[in-house]
């Protein structure tokens, strides 16, 4: 299924280039990667149709997004949730490591009364 969106293109505050760079020469496409890359598409939300009042508005795009097969986005998400659990598992077997670690060093220490 595809969808039309019409968005605004900002340069957000943490954008490692200026406006001016979107004007450079550019024959090996380096820059545009580079302007792409920095350029965050917003759908106007607020009333006024602005984004984010730290952000630089360069201009407006139209977009056509061509959505996967809803069966395929499933497939996708429960590929991500699952090695998000991998990674949440990870860290938490790293922190009962340290803890146990914590807990021996404790063990480990004698204690004698005068």
């Known amino acids: 299924m595809k ?15 200026n ?3 979107i004007y ?6 380096a820059n545009t990667r580079n ?8 759908i106007p939300w607020r009333e006024n149709g602005e984004g984010p009042s730290t952000w630089t508005k360069v201009g407006t795009v139209t977009m056509t997004i061509d959505f ?12 991500a949730l699952r090695k998000k659990k991998e990674d949440v598992l990870a860290k938490a077997q790293v ?4 803890i146990e670690d914590d807990i021996q060093k404790l ?5 004698e009364p005068k």
Do not use: G
């Open 24 to 29: 450079k020469p550019d024959p090996d496409m």
């Open 107 to 111: 063990l480990s220490i004698t204690y």
């Open 35 to 42: 302007v792409l890359n920095a350029i965050a598409f917003h």
């Open 68 to 79: 996967d097969d809803p069966k395929d986005m499933v497939v996708s998400k429960v590929k």
């Open 19 to 21: 406006p001016a760079d």
């Open 3 to 17: 969808r039309e969106f019409t968005c605004v293109a900002y340069l957000t505050e943490c954008a490692m280039i």
């Open 95 to 98: 922190e009962a490591n340290n």
